[in-house]
C-alpha cells in the first residue's frame, strides 16, 4: 500500500538520514480545520511537495486537489518545489493532464520496482542529491 512506504522507507530515510521535517496528514494536520486550509498550510510551510505517484494516488480526488495545490503555489511563488517519486510504471501521458502541463518543471524521480539493492541504493541517493543542491 502507498501509504505505508511513504510512512515507513521514505519517512525514516528523509527523517532519519536527511534530518528533515516532513508533514503528513495524520501527524501534521490540526484536527477540526478544514482539509484544504490544512493542505495549504503545509504547502506554503515545505520547501518541496513530495508526491509518490502510483496508480492509487492518480485515483484519489484528494490527491490529486493537493497535487493541483502544489502546482499553483510552484507559478505563485516560481520555485521548483514539486518532487514527484514514481513508484508505479505510469506513462506519461497517463499522468493527469496538471502533472503533465508542468513536467519540465518538476523533479521526477523513478523508484525501481526490480529489487535489485544497487538500484534501489543509487534511488535513494538521487533523492539526498534533490534536497542537498537546494
Known amino acids: ?7 515507513g522507507p521514505l519517512f525514516r530515510y528523509l527523517n532519519n538520514e536527511l534530518s528533515l521535517k516532513i508533514c503528513i496528514h495524520h501527524k501534521d494536520f490540526i484536527p477540526g480545520e478544514p482539509i484544504a486550509e490544512e493542505i495549504l498550510r503545509c504547502i506554503d510551510s515545505s520547501r518541496k511537495s513530495v508526491f ?5 494516488f492518480l485515483a484519489s480526488d484528494w490527491s490529486l486537489f493537493e497535487m493541483d495545490l502544489a502546482r499553483r503555489h510552484v507559478f505563485q511563488s516560481d520555485s521548483d518545489t514539486i518532487l514527484v517519486i514514481l513508484k508505479d510504471d505510469i506513462p506519461v501521458h497517463e499522468m493527469p493532464s496538471m502533472l503533465r502541463k508542468i513536467w519540465w518543471r518538476i523533479v521526477c524521480l ?3 520496482n526490480n529489487n535489485d539493492v544497487s538500484d534501489i541504493e ?3 541517493k538521487k533523492l539526498a542529491e534533490v534536497f542537498i543542491r537546494e
Not at 52 to 56: A, D, L, S, Y
Open 110 to 112: 523513478k523508484f525501481p
Open 52 to 56: 509518490v505517484i502510483t496508480r492509487h
Open 122 to 124: 543509487m534511488f535513494w
Open 1 to 7: 500500500m502507498d501509504e505505508d512506504w511513504v510512512t
